[in-house]
């Protein structure tokens, strides 16, 4: 449980990173909904060397690669709830990098949040151990008839 918990510690972080890169580098590129298609295809075009957007979508295919490689060995019940700390990372990182506004109701959602990441990950480990104590019981296959 420790080597996924650091992982999807790792994972979240890149992934948090990421989103905020994007999301500083397409306010500094404009509001597409106002523009024309002709306006969109330049900014597609500038977003493609724009170090914000290409650093940003780097940082979520390492988060992409990450969560592949915790699927690999975890429960996606046990692993899909920990990916709600990016909650926790984005609102941190949203109020003092992006100056955002982060009301204390959104506070209490996210602290919310962060138990029940803690109950599904104690449960998970909990199960992981009762599972592994307790073996199945080998059936004898003659006094089973077979």
């Given at each position: 449980?420790?080597?996924?918990?650091?992982?999807?510690?790792?994972?979240?972080?890149?992934?948090?990173?990421?989103?905020?890169?994007?999301?500083?580098?397409?306010?500094?590129?404009?509001?597409l909904?106002?523009?024309?298609?002709?306006?969109?295809?330049?900014?597609?075009?500038?977003?493609?060397?724009?170090?914000?957007?290409?650093?940003?979508?780097?940082?979520?295919?390492?988060?992409?690669f990450?969560?592949?490689?915790?699927?690999s060995?975890?429960?996606l019940?046990?692993?899909?709830?920990?990916?709600?700390?990016?909650?926790?990372?984005?609102?941190?990182?949203?109020?003092?990098?992006l100056?955002?506004?982060?009301?204390?109701?959104?506070?209490?959602?996210?602290a919310?949040?962060?138990?029940?990441?803690?109950?599904?990950?104690?449960?998970?480990?909990?199960?992981?151990?009762?599972?592994?104590?307790?073996a199945?019981?080998?059936?004898?296959?003659?006094?089973?008839g077979?």
């Amino acid at each position: 449980m420790l080597k996924t918990l650091l992982l999807m510690i790792l994972a979240v972080t890149a992934g948090t990173v990421g989103d905020l890169l994007l999301a500083k580098g397409m306010k500094e590129l404009g509001d597409l909904s106002t523009m024309n298609l002709r306006g969109i295809m330049e900014v597609a075009l500038r977003a493609m060397t724009a170090w914000k957007i290409v650093a940003g979508t780097a940082m979520l295919a390492l988060f992409f690669f990450l969560w592949l490689a915790v699927l690999s060995w975890e429960d996606l019940s046990v692993a899909l709830p920990l990916q709600a700390l990016n909650y926790v990372l984005v609102a941190l990182l949203a109020k003092y990098l992006l100056h955002e506004q982060v009301s204390p109701l959104r506070w209490a959602g996210i602290a919310l949040v962060c138990v029940g990441v803690m109950l599904i990950t104690k449960s998970g480990a909990i199960e992981k151990r009762q599972t592994t104590s307790v073996a199945p019981p080998v059936q004898n296959e003659t006094a089973t008839g077979g």
